[in-house]
């Protein structure tokens, strides 16, 4: 005797795709590029373009150095 099982498709798109626990890594990484991408320009700014942030090239350098997870 076979029994009756209704197989139901799933209701949407959502339902098939990765599980929102990818998002939070995500967007970290994203954050973590971004902040690599920053520190890298602010590294090869010259010293007239520090000055007209008020940044000196120490702490420009010292920022820099960071990683990219430390804030």
Do not use: F, H
């Amino acid at each position: 005797m076979k029994a009756n099982v209704a197989y139901a498709a799933p209701s949407n798109r959502r339902d098939c795709a990765a599980p929102d626990d990818w998002r939070g890594p995500i967007a970290i990484l994203r954050v973590w590029c971004q902040r690599a991408r920053g520190r890298r320009a602010l590294a090869d700014l010259d010293e007239r373009l520090l000055r007209d942030i008020g940044v000196t090239r120490n702490q420009a350098l010292r920022e820099a150095r960071k990683p990219v997870w430390q804030a």
